[in-house]
C-alpha cells in the first residue's frame, strides 16, 4: 500500500524560512498532483499549493510570492518551500497525493501524518 511522509517542519522566527518534504512510498505506479494543505487549530483545513505531474502549480492567495511547491517524479517527493513566514503560517501541514497502486486502474488519494509548522511573532 502507498503512503506518504512529511519532514521539514519545526519552529522558526517571523521572517524566516522552512522547506518541508513529502515522499511517496509502497506500491506505487504512478503518481498524479501532488499538494500541500495546512490545518490551524480550531480551523479546516486548508488548501496551501497544488502541483500536476507535468508541473502546472496552483497557489492559495495567502502565500504567493512567498511559497514555492515543486516535485521530483523520479524520487516521488514533493516539496515546499516556505519564505517570509508570518505568524499566520502557524498549523499542521498535510501532503497529499493522487496515486494509482500497481494493479489498480483508479487513483485514489493519500494523506500525510502531517508535521508542525510553527512561526514566532
Known amino acids: 500500500q502507498a503512503r506518504l511522509v512529511e519532514s521539514g517542519g519545526g519552529l522558526v522566527q517571523a521572517g524566516g524560512s522552512l522547506r518541508l518534504s513529502c515522499v511517496a512510498s509502497g506500491n506505487i505506479g504512478s503518481i498524479n498532483a501532488m499538494g500541500w494543505y495546512r490545518q490551524a487549530p480550531g480551523k479546516q483545513r486548508d488548501l496551501v499549493a497544488t502541483i500536476t505531474s507535468d508541473g502546472s502549480t496552483n497557489y492559495a492567495d495567502s502565500v504567493k510570492g512567498r511559497f514555492t511547491i515543486s516535485r521530483d517524479n523520479a524520487k516521488n517527493t514533493v516539496y515546499l518551500q516556505m519564505n517570509s513566514l508570518k505568524p499566520e503560517d502557524t498549523a499542521v501541514y498535510y501532503c497529499?497525493?493522487?496515486?494509482?497502486?500497481?494493479?489498480?486502474?483508479?487513483?485514489?488519494?493519500?494523506w500525510g501524518q502531517g508535521t508542525q509548522v510553527t512561526v514566532s511573532s
Open positions: 497529499n497525493a493522487d496515486i494509482r497502486e500497481w494493479g489498480r486502474l483508479t487513483y485514489l488519494t493519500y
